[in-house]
């Protein structure tokens, strides 16, 4: 699974439909995609996860990909019904955690009972209505200028100039292509 960190939760959902092969093809994917963005917490069960969960995943990538992108100017068509279902997923009741010690006497994160889907849904669909709704985050949301790279994230860089969701991906094929241009100018 390829790894991208777009700065919220919502973003690094729509992120897992960018790339070439499917990084949510079935439960077992979107079980390891919940721990390793911090969704569930390390060692959770995942036997709850099952591949009824992935479509409705998929659903929700869609709808917050559809209305992160209107935000930033593209054609709006659907976003009314994309917003009307990401406000239906956000009703849920988010899952209910706690603290609890762990095995070095620190406190970690746990979950009060095995994830219901729902709850799941409900938490990053919340993300993804915080980060539409706060002018301020909003104002940091970008698309990757990569020709083919539909990458959204937010842009914490110093200026507030970063093109690219990542210098070493997309900016170095845009900057090999630029060399090649001027190369074949001469």
């Not at 721990?35 to 069960?45: A, E, W």
């Not at 009824?52 to 209107?70: I, N």
């Not at 009314?80 to 603290?99: G, S, T």
């Amino acid at each position: 699974m390829v790894r991208f960190e777009s700065g919220r939760i919502c973003l690094d959902l729509v992120a897992t439909g960018a790339y070439e092969r499917e990084q949510l093809g079935g439960a077992e994917q979107l079980g390891r995609w919940l721990i390793g963005y911090g969704l569930l917490p390390p060692g959770s069960p995942l036997a709850g996860v099952d591949p009824d969960w992935t479509p409705r995943f998929l659903e929700l990538r869609a709808c917050v990909g559809q209305l992160a992108r209107a935000e930033l100017g593209a054609p709006a068509e659907g976003a009314a019904v994309a917003l009307d279902r990401l406000n239906a997923l956000a009703a849920a009741p988010p899952p209910p955690v706690r603290a609890t010690r762990g095995a070095h006497g620190g406190l970690v994160r746990t979950l009060e009972r095995a994830p219901e889907c729902g709850a799941l849904l409900a938490f990053v669909a919340r993300d993804a209505i915080d980060l539409l709704t706060d002018p301020g985050a909003l104002a940091l949301l970008r698309q990757c200028e990569g020709d083919t790279c539909r990458l959204l994230y937010l842009d914490t860089s110093r200026g507030r100039r970063r093109r690219w969701c990542s210098s070493e991906a997309c900016g170095n094929r845009e900057r090999v292509a630029r060399h090649r241009r001027r190369v074949a100018a001469l």
